[in-house]
């Protein structure tokens, strides 16, 4: 079974809207990343959370972590069509294996003008 | 700064013909190197990863192999392909020591037919 659930698998969002992508696991999570992908290229880094309870922001891009490090969220304020693609989270599941990550299985975004 | 490059960009390659997939970084010495997977729909599959030159680890039996020639150097082989073996390939980097994030390079388009 999937060690990261991502939810929902896809969205599709009116522009200017808000949205919340959810990324689980029944594991204590070492290290969370946060990446989007666009079709067919490279996975580009957004943030990165390691504390319980952590937040943080980049430009209308929330990341948070929550306090038993098991779940973090994304959210996006304001959606724009740049913001479209797919977006994975990653962890490292034990401690000290952070830098072997597992993936979820990434969330398509759609944002429509 | 750090670069990571991959080659080729896309490939269409018959069933049971060799498969050779390079990745160099530049800009870092001694990275941790890693190869992903990723199927249509799916999030990233880890094949192998690398901690030095020589040093491969394996994480899921299948039909390709890697190689770490030289410190900036990770190359993905295959004997022989399968139609099992078409995706997207990407490689990572990471700098050893703590909770750094992995830099992806742009990935490999294989087609196998």
């Known amino acids: 079974s999937q060690e990261l659930e991502q939810s929902p698998q896809s969205l599709i969002v009116q522009e200017g809207k808000n949205l919340t992508i959810n990324c689980t696991s029944s594991?204590?999570?070492?290290?969370l990343y946060w990446y989007k992908q666009k079709y067919g290229e490279g996975l580009i880094f957004l943030m990165m959370l390691q504390k319980g309870g952590e937040e943080k922001s980049h430009e209308k891009i929330t990341a948070k972590l929550d306090e038993k490090k098991q779940q973090s969220s994304l959210h996006i304020t304001a959606s724009q069509p740049s913001h479209a693609g797919i977006y994975l989270c990653?962890?490292?599941?034990?401690?000290?294996?952070?830098?072997?990550?597992?993936f979820g299985s990434g969330t398509q975004l759609t944002v429509l003008p | 700064s750090q670069t990571i490059h991959q080659w080729p960009a896309t490939l269409v390659q018959p069933v049971g013909s060799p498969l050779s997939l390079e990745c160099t970084v530049e800009g870092t010495s001694n990275p941790n190197l890693y190869w992903y997977r990723q199927a249509a729909g799916r999030g990233l599959q880890l094949l192998f990863y690398s901690v030095g030159i020589g040093q491969i680890s394996s994480e899921v039996p299948q039909n390709l192999s890697a190689s770490r020639p030289q410190d900036r150097q990770f190359i993905l082989s295959s004997k022989k392909l399968l139609l099992s073996d078409s995706g997207f390939y990407l490689c990572?980097?990471?700098?050893?020591?703590?909770?750094?994030?992995?830099?992806f390079g742009p990935g490999t388009r294989l087609t196998v037919l």
């Open positions: 594991k204590t999570l070492y290290g």
């Open positions: 990572a980097w990471v700098q050893d020591g703590g909770y750094n994030e992995q830099f």
């Open positions: 990653g962890a490292g599941l034990f401690s000290g294996s952070a830098r072997q990550l597992t």
